[in-house]
């Protein structure tokens, strides 16, 4: 299921999923410990990751959280 976030901020859309791995993301949380939190493999978190990178035109976690908050995404 996807769900759409701000529309008015380009239609973004992000899973469920990679919301619960990119607001785990902007707290500090390691790959290791996403998925620990989430129950899902590391490697399960690194393609969410590369996902979210993708829908938010960076290309590391920093951007990923900057970018996030510039567009109202997370809060944290």
Do not use: F, P
């Not at 998925?35 to 979210?52: A, E, M, P, R, Y």
């Amino acid at each position: 299921m996807q769900v759409l976030l701000n529309a008015d901020k380009k239609n973004l859309l992000l899973t469920d999923r990679e919301m619960e791995v990119l607001e785990a993301l902007a707290i500090g949380a390691t790959n290791r410990e996403i998925g620990n939190l989430l129950c899902i493999s590391t490697s399960t978190v690194k393609t969410h990751l590369i996902n979210i990178y993708s829908k938010l035109h960076v290309s590391n976690r920093v951007e990923a959280i900057e970018r996030a908050r510039q567009k109202g995404i997370i809060d944290t």
